[in-house]
């Protein structure tokens, strides 16, 4: 085990998957050379170390580079190519989408797509709604597409491994707030498999079902609410498509109480189908009414108290889950 | 026309090519008729056979293509299996992808015929990423893809050629340039009357050829897949043909200018290249007619290939999205 | 009341927009000039009547299609542009998220987009995945752009001046399917209120929400069921956003059992959303789990067999209401 | 530089404009060092200055501007209140956006400058859509949209030159070539050197000219201009120019060539102006200081009214993303 940032874990994984498949491959803009020079950064030093050759700096085309990924992939290659931030993917959604996601489905299973996209999310960059907007649900709703997104460096460099190594088509959400964010991680390569949940805090009361930087909000509110006897099982998702749902109904069996939790917008987010599954499989277990925590229907705000308005807080996870607790 | 002295045999594989094409797609005009026959819309490209047959046959069985939603004869050219097309036309079981293509996104990667996708321009970019395997592989091989003049205003294509520029990719750039794009005309979607003249734009070579004339076509494309091929990057050939029939077999043509029609059924690249090679008396008549009796025999078995085989199972659909068996690292 | 097609109603409306405000005009692939002639054609004839200059064909270029509209509607035009078919909005997507919905908001309410946007949904075509593909529950997640999906002539007609006059940007999705369906509609224009449901039929059993095509599902399954004395609640919501929670939720409260239905994938679909907010909002009511009854999460397959294997059928509604009726 | 003999009136605007963005954009250089002065990256056009003096005053005030990321000095060129625009900058309630768009996505309508999207590419199809509403409301006025070389890869700009070209749209498509694209370099992104060499390709006039010029800039532009205002459709004017400072605040340039930087650094536009200014007599020096020192004094203005202005309230993030009062038929 090292000491390592979630932006240092990723950068590991890329450089494990480089070094052992010469068919791995990186593109993007600013992969290569970047304006930020931040050793943290997960394409830091990447350049330097395997050449333009397989660290491909991109125009700025996001059709093209999925184009590139999807095509690549189809002739066996292993792209990881990235998507700067979230709200640029629906530049690149037709390929994803209509390509990526579907092309093996209809070829009756001959042409294999094991292609990675990376994208960054977060919100409070004060960047605004064209660099800040959490679109998980739009992957998680298109069917032939994975989607993970981890909360830690470990699982940030097992699940880019396994991202890069399935021969599916993924979509890697990382967390721009975590990169700094330090933690132990597994030399080598350690496998993280996808549609296994991680129980990050154990508890009986009330369940939180969450993934992402959000893990750490609810963190913060079961460590307050631990102070008043309640206490929550915290599960982080890590990988949203596959959903491990046998991990989430398992506590909310236990429990009889939920609560989700995400940084997108509340409408039709990631968050109503765990509610709706719950809500179906699990019903008989409930308690006291499923409560979502999650961004107001607006924009990602750029002002400071705007911005701090729109992100979930451990405040609006404690007033939820003492909502119910009744 | 063939001032390049092609060898008898390179002759004889254009025509039954584009025999075989005319020959396959005419039937699936008589069965679009029938309700049932087939599935979906039936999208033809009778007026266009010596594009896909003067095209493919200058590349090498290795090299790759990417087609679209007007695909039939591109994949025939390549060598996929009249029966298996026939079948997956028809959505059948024993389709070459098991019925789950239809008639619009068939993929044959047996014959390197890698992907088609029916979204108008989205081929370039997938072309352009498999070019770039190729070079990064250090492979001989180049990638061809077909799009129309429509597809041309799609931002995805210019987003492929300038990245493809860039990198010196080897990709063949082959606008079918058939005056249509849907219902309207070339002049009410293209500010230029020759797409070719994007070419320069992206620094790559350009030429527009009369897409009737398969030698024309054949040449012209053997020359640009030999400049991909040498590592000098993608090239650009635009082909001048027409749509003799609808968009697709369910198009009454009524906004089609029946002049027009005529004009470009005078040129009809079949009976063109018949004429050529019975005038330079490259091919006797009897023989020129057992090619289309052989396509037309061909083309029947097909038929009833994919009439007697079954439909998929329902729940197969459920099959196929995901590979399951992990390549573990 | 006339007798008229779906598509005949969203002609008048479009007839009836041209007519009475000169800033509104229509584009798109082959609005003018069609492939096809059949007057049932949303836009059919409508060249004819306004010329060229307010009814653009366009090039095959989705992104300029939506772009064309968000910049003429900055500018007081009401434009009315027409993405043929869903799963081709990925292409238009940059335009309509990042920009129709997000600059009225990011310009602090300086600039308005009273824009609509035509598309047409629809499985059983034989099309296959790269035509059909709904995806309302991209647009639904998306805050900023409304959402209307009519099940019927009269809702078609009023829904679609509706959102022609509505100052927001309006996603309008066309059933395909439907273009053929005859109704009574009202002659002029007869306003249909954005976020008011229709109970198309009454019941006290289990509450169906539903919408578009689905209602036709519902409607069917609800006349079997009523032979073995089931009585349905059905609820026709028309436009997905604004949502009429409130008629959905008193439905519940009376029924205390819900089924939701939708044509698009299970996984993250709108009807996740309205099982959410039922199980937050509702939950002391129901007597139940919450059912969803959609399409399973794969493409939409080309063959009939495998095409009707996907859509949803009164069946599947059937069989979702007895397991809960107990 | 001043062949066309434009008055001094023009000759002190385009000076005064320029200086007043340069004022302007170095203050921002500053704050942005200062944590919570401003919010968000600060992306500067230090350099650059000429293009948004130039093209902004070959319009008239009725003429619309499009801008992207980098848009502060289009919007001074264009009128915007230099105090609201520092406010908004610093994300405050008084701001032109009421601190909703911050730096990035600034939209002054009041001055005919509509919208502005970071989202590299966007910018040329939403200028096509608003000179659309300028052509079918009869009106004389032009649209001019600013973009980078970077920008030209993005499929969106195609789209949008094809559509403009093919309708005759008053656009005036200004490239503002900077050699950059981030971190990378023209040639690393780019096909062809000169982005000009596009227009051809849509059928639409297209120049090259010195960016750090700002007479050049500004007689090219009148001239396309006049094109685009006459209904001869659009127009394509490229800027070469260059990025004197990273591409944010927040970047340490460690990837540009510092000779590079020099050679652009010796060709700065308000050194060279002022130089011509003077030299041809058309102004004194101290009437060339008197216009530094009030450009100085507008924009500490602008930063204390910044700063004393507050934020929005928190609550208010919910206001003005619907409008509520319809518009009933
Ligand atoms: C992205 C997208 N937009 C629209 C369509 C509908 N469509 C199918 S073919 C076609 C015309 C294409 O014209 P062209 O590229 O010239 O090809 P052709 O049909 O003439 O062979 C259109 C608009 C589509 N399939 N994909
Ligand atoms: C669609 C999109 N992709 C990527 C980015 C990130 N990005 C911001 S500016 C920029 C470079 C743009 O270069 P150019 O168009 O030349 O403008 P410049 O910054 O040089 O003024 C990039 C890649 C973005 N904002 N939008
Ligand atoms: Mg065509
Ligand atoms: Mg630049």
Known sequence: MVMMSYGQALQSALDIALEKDANVFLAGEGVGTSIHVDPNLPTHGLLEKYGPGRIKDTPVSEAAIAGLAVGASAMGLRPVVEIMFFPFITLASDMLVNHAAKLRYMSGGKTDFPLTVRVKAGVNFGAGSQHSHNLEAWIAHTPGLKLFYPSNPADAKGLLLEAIFDPNPVIFVEEMLLYWMQGEVAEGAPPVSSGKANIVRDGTDCTIVTYGGAVHTAMQAAETLSKEEISLDVIDLRTLVPLDENTMLESVRKTGRLVVLHDANRFCGYGAEIAATVAEKAFSSLKAPIMRVAAPDIPVPVSPPQEAFFKPSPEKVISAVRAIMG | ?329
Chains 1, 3 share one sequence.
């Not at chain 2, 004869?73 to 019925?99: F, R, S």
């Not at chain 2, 091989?141 to 077909?146: D, H, P, R, S």
């Not at chain 2, 459920?318 to 992990?326: A, K, M, P, T, Y």
């Open chain 2, 1 to 329: 026309m063939n001032d390049k002295f092609l060898p008898v045999g390179v002759l004889r594989k254009l025509y039954s090519d584009m025999a075989l094409i005319r020959h396959f797609e005419d039937k699936l005009v008589l069965l679009a008729q029938e309700k049932s026959r087939v599935v979906g819309m039936q999208i033809l490209a009778n007026g266009q056979e010596a594009v896909a047959a003067g095209v493919v046959n200058a590349l090498e069985p290795d090299d790759v293509i990417v087609s679209n939603h007007r695909s039939h004869g591109h994949l025939l050219a390549k060598g996929a299996d009249p029966q298996k097309l026939m079948a997956e036309i028809m959505c059948k079981a024993t389709g070459v992808n098991k019925g789950k293509a239809g008639t619009l996104h068939l993929a044959v990667p047996e014959i390197n015929a890698i992907m088609t996708s029916t979204i108008v321009g989205a081929s370039p970019p997938l072309a352009m990423g498999a070019a770039f395997a190729q070079q990064y592989l250090d492979r001989s091989n180049i990638t061809t893809v077909f799009f129309g003049d429509g597809a041309a205003a799609e931002g995805s294509v210019h987003e492929a050629m300038n990245m493809a520029s860039l990198w010196k990719l080897p990709v063949l750039f082959v606008c079918e340039n058939n005056c249509w794009a849907g219902a309207q005309h070339l002049r009410e979607h293209s500010c230029v009357e020759n797409i070719a003249r994007r070419a320069d734009a992206y620094d790559m070579p350009g030429t527009t050829v009369d897409g009737n004339d398969v030698l024309a076509v054949y040449n012209t494309a053997s020359d640009m897949a030999d400049h991909c091929r040498k590592g000098k990057g993608p090239a650009f050939l635009e082909t001048r043909t027409y749509r003799m029939r609808g968009h697709g077999e369910h198009d009454p043509c009524h906004y089609m200018d029946p002049a027009e029609l005529e004009k470009w059924g005078l040129l009809c690249p079949l009976k063109t290249f018949r004429k050529y090679l019975e005038e330079h008396q490259v091919l006797p008549t009897d023989q020129i007619n057992d090619i289309d009796r052989k396509a037309a025999l061909i083309v029947e078995e097909a038929v009833i290939f994919g009439d007697e085989s079954p439909f998929p199972a329902a729940a197969d659909a459920l099959n196929d999205l995901w590979i399951e068996e992990e390549n573990r690292h």
